[in-house]
């Protein structure tokens, strides 16, 4: 071999080992989270996103672990495969273990490109794919929770395993892929609902014979809903208008509480704290009271 081959090739294996030890000093982290999609009176579809906050890189391997209560939801499937399922990517699997309280549903990203080539995750939320449950007929409030676990919380339960992917530094196999594993963060869906909930506001004091507005406002954004309140008004909430207001003119104090929430699935709810609002009556103010008035008497003198 020259010598300038040989320099050549030193000079290549400095360079990428730069490379890569700058690549290994910046800060690389991801954030995964479940997004509500669709919900309907027997099931629901979430939504499985990731992005890089700080730096980007190149999707490896990764087992995302969804677990979700078995009272709540059930049979979980792959909805629609979204990305890093195809190119670089063999086709995203799933696992679904049943447990009694808990159960695991596993989505499982496979990388199988070369030169550390793939997708790039940066700042921008990409969907890796969207999961469809179904509801347990019991769950009667029909409400869920998902969630991911982190590594080393549990020493039974599974975390989630996301890496990143990089082309080797070695010059003897350039085409060699090697993954890192990647820290991260994530955000659950907690106590989603099928079910309308809806807030009542409006405390206030008024004159007697004037008016009051309260506020009905959508707390979870199931639409539509129709409510019912104290002196038998029926406000509808919509997607459209998921907050109205309702002109109220008692003649004494008045507690205005929801009555009754109806959605698509059923009954529905009023949010704890938020059930009522207060309309009190205040005396009118006397302009001149006995006490600091004098009666004045006119004689009109010819």
Avoid: H
Avoid at 40 to 46: E, G, L, M, Y
Avoid at 148 to 159: G, V
Avoid at 189 to 205: E, F, H, M
Avoid at 242 to 253: E, G, W
Wanted: hydrophobic share 40%; net charge positive; proline share 5%.
């Amino acid at each position: 071999m020259k010598k300038s081959e040989v320099v050549s090739r030193w000079l290549f294996l400095i360079t990428t080992l730069a490379l890569f030890s700058t690549q290994a000093l910046s800060q690389t982290s991801f954030q995964l989270r479940l997004v509500p999609k669709t919900i309907s009176c027997d099931s629901v579809i979430v939504s499985v996103e990731i992005q890089a906050p700080d730096s980007a890189f190149v999707m490896g391997n990764a087992n995302l672990r969804i677990f979700y209560k078995s009272a709540q939801l059930a049979a979980p499937s792959i909805k629609s495969r979204n990305n890093f399922t195809s190119g670089d990517y063999s086709n995203i699997s799933s696992l679904n273990d049943i447990g009694t309280d808990t159960s695991v549903f596993t989505l499982n990203v496979v990388y199988r490109g070369e030169f550390g080539n793939g997708t790039m995750v940066g700042k921008s939320w990409i969907p890796i794919a969207d999961i469809k449950f179904s509801i347990i007929g019991t769950n009667a409030f029909k409400c869920y929770n998902l969630f991911f676990l982190p590594k080393n919380f549990s020493n039974t339960l599974p975390a989630t395993v996301i890496t990143k992917a990089y082309a080797s530094p070695t010059v003897d196999d350039p085409a060699r892929t090697l993954t890192a594993e990647v820290n991260g963060t994530f955000i659950n869906i907690a106590n989603q609902c099928s079910l309308p909930v809806v807030a009542i506001a409006g405390d206030t004091t008024i004159i007697a014979g004037s008016t009051a507005t309260l506020t009905l406002s959508s707390q979870n954004g199931v639409l539509p809903a129709t409510v019912t309140i104290t002196g038998g008004a029926s406000i509808n909430l919509t997607q459209a208008n998921p907050i109205k207001t309702v002109t109220v003119a008692p003649a004494v104090m008045t507690t205005y509480q929801i009555l009754t929430v109806t959605g698509t699935c059923g009954a529905g709810s009023a949010a704890s704290g938020k059930s009522q609002a207060v309309v009190q009556i205040a005396s009118p103010q006397n302009d001149c009271p006995p006490v600091k008035c004098v009666p004045i008497t006119f004689v009109i003198i010819k």
